[in-house]
Every structure is written in C-alpha cells, then in structure tokens.
C-alpha cells in the first residue's frame, strides 16, 4: 500500500480545506486509515481515524466538530474535510494506514501502529 497526501495550503483562520489521501493498491477489511499532523518542534499527533471498511470514525477533541473523515472505498482515497480552521491547526498533515486492525480492534492514536505513510501536505492557518 502506498499513500499519498494533497489539498494542502494557505487559508485564513474560520477558513475551510479539504485533504486527499489517494490509497495504491488494495488494503483489505482490517485496514485503520488515519490522519497526523506535526507541527515544527512537536511530536506527531492523532488527528482522526476511520477503518477501511467503513463504521465508527474517532478524533482528537482537539478537532472534534471541525474535522470529518470520510473514505471512498471505489475511489480509494481518504479524505479529511476541515472547517473552522485554527492558527494552532497549521502543521504538516499525513494520512497513514494501519494494516492490522479490523475496527478499532487496537489503539489507533498511537502513531507507532501505522506501518505505511504518506509523503505529508502543509496546512497553514493564517490569523
């Protein structure tokens, strides 16, 4: 499986972007995608997870209520729709994938699980 991230950029704070995670080849049921970001200086933080085969999607509460994650499973892309952004949201973004964990079956907040990532896009939130 590779990943690869867009729709990253420059908005302005109250604005919205969406970001795309184009999913090569064909992850299966017990695939957990996820979302990362890391801003300069600071460790990799959960943003949202959803598992492949659809269901229940998590998220940091940081995020909650601003954030969507949603997959389209024909089209093999993740996606990460965002809303109200916040100057304290801008941070390189990554879509990941976890290839061993059927709904939620395991921790998915732990960057550590995800076994393939993607190249990373820049968000940048401007007050």
């Known amino acids: 499986v590779q990943l690869q991230a867009s729709g990253g950029g420059l908005v302005q704070a109250g604005g919205s972007l969406r970001l795309s995670c184009e999913v090569s080849?064909?992850?299966?049921?017990?695939?957990?995608m996820g979302w990362f970001r890391q801003d300069q200086g600071k460790s990799r933080e959960f943003v949202a997870a959803i598992p492949w085969s659809g269901g229940a999607t998590s998220y940091a509460d940081s995020v909650k209520g601003r954030f969507t994650i949603s997959r389209a499973v024909t089209k093999r892309t993740v996606s990460l729709q965002m809303n109200s952004l916040k100057p304290e949201d801008t941070a390189i973004y990554y879509c990941a994938a976890d290839p061993l964990n059927p709904q939620f079956a395991r921790s998915y907040k732990d960057s550590g699980r995800y076994d393939y990532w993607g190249q990373g896009t820049q968000v940048t939130v401007s007050s």
């Open positions: 080849g064909r992850p299966s049921s017990s695939y957990v």
